[in-house]
């Protein structure tokens, strides 16, 4: 079994795989200082709960492979010491033992996020042709990936990074004494009549705004036809709204650390 964990700055997600499907899903907020024996704790709770609702005995030690992707460089260590020490397995980590196999065309590659490369082979499994990804999550990127010769192949060409939705929602709470803390939801209504409203359109209809503006300059310049994907823990919240938007996959992560790591063992 595969234990993977992919962590953005605002939550972590750990999925275990079986080797035929994804079993289980969690989640838990990012905390840099979280240590490993802390994240065992936590973990073998879960274990427990699935096993007793399943029937199905699922413990740490039944992992034979784990696989990390993260954007805080300090939650690493004790990320890859919960895999030595508690499944008793030496982790794939991206960026550092972990062979992607695709291009990364941009002059730094270095500076390409762990996330936004995972996705980008994520995507290349699924789906044909040029593709636009569009990742909302504590920012909102948007990175172009160009098919390669064969299935699963292509390069990762670079794109635009933007403030997510909830910081927004953040900034506008922290820097306007008169405005509440709101939630992120599709209003009735574009002209808000009171204040409520008003940010919930604004926060919305402005994101919207900004997604299908930035994929129409993209598709121009990138002058070729593209497959525009979103993901994220809020693009679903975009769906029937974005114009641009043509498929909504909540599982291209996941999928692209299945691959990576597939690729790594069938060298």
């Known amino acids: 079994m595969l234990l993977a964990i992919e962590q953005g700055n605002t939550n972590t997600l750990f999925a275990v795989h079986d080797g035929n499907e994804w079993i289980a899903q969690w989640r838990t907020a990012t ?3 979280r240590t490993a024996d802390e994240y065992a704790v936590w973990l073998h709770q879960l274990f427990e709960l699935m096993s007793a609702k399943t029937g199905n005995r699922l413990a740490m030690t039944d992992m034979d ?19 030595r020490r508690y499944l008793e397995v030496e982790p794939l980590v991206i960026g550092e033992n972990a062979e992607l196999g695709i291009e990364v065309r941009i002059p730094k590659p270095s500076e ?7 996705n980008a082979i994520g995507a290349l499994t699924a789906y044909s042709g040029d593709l ?8 909102t990127t948007f990175d172009i ?7 699963g192949a292509g390069a990762f060409e670079g794109g635009v990074i933007a403030p997510g939705i909830n910081l927004s929602v953040q900034a506008l709470h922290e820097a306007a004494a008169k405005l509440p803390r709101i939630a992120i939801q599709r209003p009735s209504v574009v002209i808000g009549r009171d204040t409520v409203t008003s940010m ?6 402005g994101y919207v705004g ?5 994929v129409t300059r993209i598709k121009a310049e990138w002058g070729r036809p593209m ?11 975009f769906e029937g709204a974005s114009t641009t938007i043509d498929r909504f996959d909540p599982d291209l992560t996941i999928r692209g650390l299945l691959e990576i790591w597939r690729r790594n063992n069938l060298r």
């Open 31 to 33: 905390e840099a200082t």
């Open 65 to 83: 492979g784990c696989i990390i992707s993260s954007v805080v460089p300090q939650s690493i260590f004790n990320l890859r010491n919960l895999s």
């Open 112 to 118: 390409a996020g762990a996330d936004r490369l995972v």
């Open 132 to 139: 636009l990804l569009i990742d909302s999550g504590t920012a």
């Open 145 to 151: 990936v160009s098919a390669g010769d064969t299935p």
């Open 200 to 205: 919930q359109s604004g926060v919305f209809w």
């Open 210 to 214: 900004l997604i299908d503006g930035l």
């Open 227 to 237: 497959t525009v994907v979103g993901t994220g823990g809020v693009a679903s919240l």
